[in-house]
């Protein structure tokens, strides 16, 4: 099973991005992941923008998502709702139906005693809204400081990594 990974943040030392590298570690036999990682190269949205030929960033990310058999988002939350940069690519994606009813897990992961959670709920509305189909088993808000990964970027707490590992085999589980 082909599982996309994206994240919503364009830090180099996100929590975010390493948190789905660690989910790639933890993910279970027969999960195999990828990284979509040019959000940067994303060119603001605009409907007169969207047409032949797409920039190559826009191609790549809607093939991308096409060829996967599910996805994997973790976000920021910046201002109480999911960064302007994931808007972005989501409002990229959305005319190529390329979401439409593929597996999806929506994750957020900061500092904050929440999570990230009202992020994450700005994510799973708006990819609802995509008819992706949200596997709401799958997906988690995570309460996580640097400190809370190790310098491998490995999970400290098991209890978060046990969480990690249940919502990857609910997104197993329903892809397949
Ligand atoms: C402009 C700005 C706004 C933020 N707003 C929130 C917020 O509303 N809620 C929250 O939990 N954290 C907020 N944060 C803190 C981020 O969650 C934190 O910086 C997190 O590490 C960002 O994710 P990343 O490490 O993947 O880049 C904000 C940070 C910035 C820079």
């Given amino acids: 099973m082909r599982v996309l990974a994206l994240s919503g943040s364009l830090r180099a030392q996100s929590l ?3 948190v789905l590298r660690e989910a790639a570690r933890l993910a279970p036999d027969g999960m195999d992941f990828s990284f979509w990682e040019r959000l940067d190269d994303l060119p603001h949205f605009s409907p007169e923008r969207d047409e032949d030929p797409l920039p190559p960033a826009v191609a790549d990310l809607r093939a991308r998502v096409r060829e996967a058999d599910a996805l994997l988002f973790c976000t920021p939350e910046y201002i109480h709702a999911m960064p302007a940069v994931l808007k972005n690519l989501l409002e990229w994606v959305v005319s190529s139906g390329a979401c439409v009813g593929k597996p999806t897990a929506a994750w957020s992961v900061s500092p904050s005693l929440e999570g990230g959670a009202r992020a994450q709920a700005s994510l799973v509305h ?3 809204v995509m008819s992706a189909k949200v596997v709401p088993e799958a997906s988690l ?3 996580l400081a ?12 098991q209890e978060q990594a046990t969480l990690l590992c249940k919502a990857l085999r609910e997104l197993s589980f329903h892809a397949s």
């Fill in 141 to 143: 808000c995570l309460t």
């Fill in 146 to 157: 640097h400190s809370g990964l190790d310098g491998d970027g490995h999970l400290r707490k």
């Fill in 16 to 18: 975010n991005a390493r």
């Fill in 126 to 128: 708006t990819l609802e």
